[in-house]
Antibody, heavy 123, light 109 residues
Framework: QLQLQESGPGLVKPSETLSLTCTVS??????????WGWIRQPPGKGLEWIGS???????YYNPSLKSRVTISVDTSKNQFSLKLSSVTAADTAVYYC???????????????WGQGTLVTVSS | EIVMTQSPATLSVSPGERATLSCRAS??????LAWYQQKPGQAPRLLIY???TRATGIPARFSGSGSGTEFTLTISSLQSEDFAVYYC???????????FGPGTKVDIK
């Protein structure tokens, strides 16, 4: 059964870079059938897609975050990572990693999701 | 950007009753719509994709319908474990720009 697990600091200072890693187990990140994505959820609010990556390194980003986001993949470790620069309090959220089905060659729906990790931006 | 709206914001239902949740897209997304269930402190769980296809392991009491801009998630007979927040998500954009609705909370009447 495929499982995803987020890891990284739970507290980041304003203006610094948020860095998270998602470790995939029970399956290969190099599957041609899937993309891998990051989604976030501010406390008490809804879901916002951050971006998705293919095992080859091809990426798609939310235009609203694109200038600050980098998603990368390490197939040797079965991991993919998120970097979000110049963070502010508005970036405080639970960050989820998830697998995205690539039914037509690009990412679609997300299944399954990691359990999520809360990242707080505060000095 | 395609904007997703959901109604109602909160739906109060008694166990055993039917719940009908609506999702609307600001422009056509064809059938490129998914539904998720989220319980407190948990990650979202995929229920429906392709507007009407149940994900693996999802009970038959969950059904999805619609296409274009209007979609519905129906829970035929609410069980105690179904009280949660439900989100719709469109994946129709090219290049990909996925957007979620604001959610509908289903609580106990």
């Amino acid at each position: 059964q495929l499982q995803l697990q987020e890891s990284g600091p739970g507290l980041v200072k304003p203006s610094e870079t948020l860095s998270l890693t998602c470790t995939v187990s029970g399956g290969s990140i190099s599957s041609s059938s899937y993309y891998w994505g990051w989604i976030r959820q501010p406390p008490g609010k809804g879901l916002e897609w951050i971006g998705s990556i293919y095992y080859s390194g091809s990426t798609y980003y939310n235009p609203s975050l694109k200038s600050r986001v980098t998603i990368s993949v390490d197939t040797s470790k079965n991991q993919f990572s998120l970097k979000l620069s110049s963070v502010t309090a508005a970036d405080t959220a639970v960050y989820y990693c998830a697998r995205a089905v690539a039914a037509a060659g690009y990412p679609d729906w997300f299944d399954p999701w990691g359990q999520g990790t809360l990242v707080t931006v505060s000095s | 950007e395609i904007v997703m709206t959901q109604s109602p914001a909160t739906l109060s239902v008694s166990p055993g009753e039917r719940a009908t949740l609506s999702c609307r897209a600001s422009q056509s997304v064809s059938s490129n719509l998914a539904w998720y269930q989220q319980k407190p402190g948990q990650a979202p769980r995929l229920l429906i994709y392709g507007a009407s296809t149940r994900a693996t392991g999802i009970p038959a009491r969950f059904s999805g319908s619609g296409s274009g801009t209007e979609f519905t998630l129906t829970i035929s007979s609410l069980q105690s474990e179904d009280f949660a927040v439900y989100y719709c998500q469109q994946y129709n954009n090219w290049p990909p720009l996925f957007t979620f609705g604001p959610g509908t909370k289903v609580d106990i009447k």
